[in-house]
């Protein structure tokens, strides 16, 4: 079974974070709900509490296949000022293993260096802060095992293409179907 991390801080977009596990959830894909605040409970941007399944202090990010950044504000910014976090991004970059982003989130790799030369796409006022990445208004983009996604709107697509990467485009579309999204 595959497994995937999806982070919380304070201020995330809720929609973003919550659409991305629901979705894995229903594809059979483990989906572990990440505290980065050292609370089991996080707040969303628009007042959402949610409890987490663990912490991040608890977590060995070495078992999973993919780690996802939701946006929102100040939620981008509390995940790009977590150091550990960061740390397992750049590990799980340079590793050559699946990172994703969505919304404003994109622009944290785009800081690290982790765009350069790739097709990237993120929420319109954020798209300054895709360093070196051939930017496209797509609602996902998947450069290598780099994924980008746009925003709330799009959060639909970014999961159903995270069950693509995993499990394979059949079940995604299977999925896609049973929700009346395509």
Do not use: W
Not at 26 to 33: K, L, N, T, V, Y
Not at 146 to 167: D, F, H, N, P
Request: charged share 25%; net charge negative.
């Amino acid at each position: 079974m595959s497994r995937i991390a999806v982070f919380f801080a304070e201020g995330y977009e809720e929609i973003e974070a919550l659409t991305v596990v629901d979705l894995c959830r229903r594809a059979g894909i483990e989906a572990d709900m990440v505290s980065v605040t050292g609370e089991k409970c996080v707040t969303g941007s628009h007042g959402i509490r949610v409890e987490m399944d663990r912490l991040f202090e608890e977590t060995d990010l070495s078992g999973y296949d993919m780690l996802v950044l939701p946006g929102g504000m100040p939620g981008t910014r509390n995940l790009e000022a977590h150091e550990g976090l960061m740390a397992g991004i750049d590990d799980f970059y340079e590793a050559g293993r699946y990172i994703a982003a969505i919304c404003a989130a994109p622009s944290i790799f785009g800081h690290r260096g982790i765009l350069k030369g790739r097709k990237a796409c993120c929420y319109p006022s954020f798209e300054s802060h895709l360093e070196g990445a051939e930017v496209t208004h797509n609602p996902v983009e998947i450069s290598g095992h780099v994924i980008t996604s746009r925003g709330m709107g799009t959060a639909i697509e970014l999961g159903l293409t995270v069950i693509g990467v995993l499990c394979g485009q059949e079940k995604a579309d299977r999925l896609a179907a049973g929700i009346v999204y395509r």
